[in-house]
C-alpha cells in the first residue's frame, strides 16, 4: 500500500515537472527594506507627527505591529505571468513518462550505491568477527547453538552462515572438522528442523 502511494506521488510529481518546464519563473518579490522604504516615502508630514504623537502616547509594539501589516500591504499580491506554451495532453504525458524514466533512473542508481556501502560495512564486520572466531571457536559454536535453539528460520541461516564463517576463520582440515562435526551434533540434536538442515546442507556443512 505504502509503495503504491510512493508511486503515486512520483507520478504527481513528475506531472508537475513536465507540465512547468518552460515556464516563467516566480516573479520577483520586493523585500521587507524595499516596502519600509517606500512606505516611508509615501507618509505625508502630517501623517508622520500624527505615526510619532501615537508612539509617544500608546502601545509601541501594538502600534509596530500595525505598520508592519501596512508596509506588507503595499506589494499586493503578486502577479504571476501567464503563457501559453502551445502544449498538447499527448506531449505532457510523454513528458511526464520521461522524467518519471529519469527519476526511476537515478533512484535504483542511489539505491545501488546505498546497497554497495552497507555490503562492504557487512562484510568489514564479517572479517572482524572472523578475527575474534580465531581466538575462541568455542565460544562462537555456543552462540551457534543458541541461535538454532532460539528457534526460526531466520536463526537457523544466522547458525550456518556462523559456522561458515568460523570454518573460514580457522581455515584447513581444523575448520572443516569442527564446524562440519558441530553441523552434524546440531541436527542430530533437532532431527525434525529440516528448515535448519536445510541451512546447513547450504553452507556445505552437512551431508
Known sequence: MLRKHKSGIRVAISSLLAASEGA?????????????????????????????????AEDVDAIKTEMIASIQQIGGPLQWPTVSLGRTVEMLLERTEQI???CNAQLKKKQEAAAKREAVKK?????KRMQEMVKEPKRW???ATKLVEARGTANYKAAAELLADLR???????????TRTHAAHLAK????LTH?????RKRDLLE
Do not use: Y
Open 168 to 178: 573460514e576463520a580457522v581455515g584447513g582440515d581444523e575448520g572443516d572438522k569442527i
Open 24 to 56: 516563467p519563473g516566480e516573479p520577483e518579490r520586493p523585500t521587507l527594506e524595499q516596502l519600509r522604504r517606500e512606505w516611508i516615502e509615501k507618509l505625508s508630514e502630517k501623517e508622520a507627527k500624527l505615526l510619532l504623537h501615537r508612539f509617544l
Open 100 to 102: 518519471r524514466a529519469e
Open 123 to 127: 562484510e568489514r564486520a564479517r572479517k
Open 196 to 200: 535448519l538442515k536445510s541451512s546447513l
Open 189 to 192: 540434536k533437532h532431527p525434525t
Open 141 to 143: 559454536l555456543h552462540q
